[in-house]
Antibody
Framework: EVQLVESGGGLVQPGGSLRLSCAAS????????MTWVRHTPGKGLEWLAS????????KYADSVKGRFSISRDNARNSLYLHMNSLRAEDTAVYYC?????????WGQGVLVTVSS | EIVMTQSPTTLSVSPGERATLSCRAD??????LAWYQQKPGQAPRLLIY???TRATGIPARFSGGGYGTEFTLTISSLQSEDFAVYHC?????????FGGGTKVAIK
């Protein structure tokens, strides 16, 4: 069974940093591009970043380029999202998902709240 | 970036009725279009990719159509578990973009 489990969310002050993790199991992690997507009630779903199977190619949304960094550790079957210079508008539920284009498998999501 | 617009924002339908949701792109995405269902507190679930191909395990009452800039998701006979928010997403070009969602509510 495919499982994606996010962790690392929480409350952070504006300007702060956070690292999200996504632990993958039940499939061959190195066969898949991986992606981060977030959801807010007001804006809906927003694609943030994707990373190639070997980590050699990364894509970012303009809204997070230069502030967020996607990475993966294939030995640990893990995906990461390093988030810096956080803003109130980054408050959302963050999901990891498989795929570079459409997203077949999703984690349960982790809440990030940016507030003072 | 490609802007995706979904309509209507809310669709009120009775159980057993047919629901048709629309998604429009402001430029052609050919058939690189996916649909997702999302229930409160849950992750999105992939329903359709390639504009019309059902994902694994998706019931046949869900069907997708369209090409280019105009797409539809049809639920032929709404079941109680189908009341949810539906999102379309283009993957023809980076950045990948989603529509704003359509909520299918009980009439």
């Amino acid at each position: 069974e495919v499982q994606l489990v996010e962790s690392g969310g929480g409350l952070v002050q504006p300007g702060g940093s956070l690292r999200l993790s996504c632990a993958a199991s039940g499939f061959t992690f190195t066969d898949y591009w991986m992606t981060w997507v977030r959801h807010t009630p007001g804006k809906g779903l927003e694609w943030l970043a994707s990373i190639k199977r070997d980590g050699g190619e990364k894509k970012y949304a303009d809204s997070v380029k230069g502030r967020f960094s996607i990475s993966r550790d294939n030995a640990r079957n893990s995906l990461y999202l390093h988030m810096n210079s956080l803003r109130a508008e980054d408050t959302a539920v963050y999901y990891c998902a498989t795929g570079p284009f459409y997203f077949e498998y999703w984690g349960q999501g982790v809440l990030v709240t940016v507030s003072s | 970036e490609i802007v995706m617009t979904q309509s209507p924002t809310t669709l009120s339908v009775s159980p057993g009725e047919r629901a048709t949701l629309s998604c429009r792109a402001d430029q052609s995405v050919t058939s690189n279009l996916a649909w997702y269902q999302q229930k409160p507190g849950q992750a999105p679930r992939l329903l359709i990719y390639g504009a019309s191909t059902r994902a694994t395990g998706i019931p046949a009452r869900f069907s997708g159509g369209g090409y280019g800039t105009e797409f539809t998701l049809t639920i032929s006979s709404l079941q109680s578990e189908d009341f949810a928010v539906y999102h379309c997403q283009q993957y023809n070009d980076w950045p990948l973009t989603f529509g704003g969602g359509t909520k299918v509510a009980i009439k």
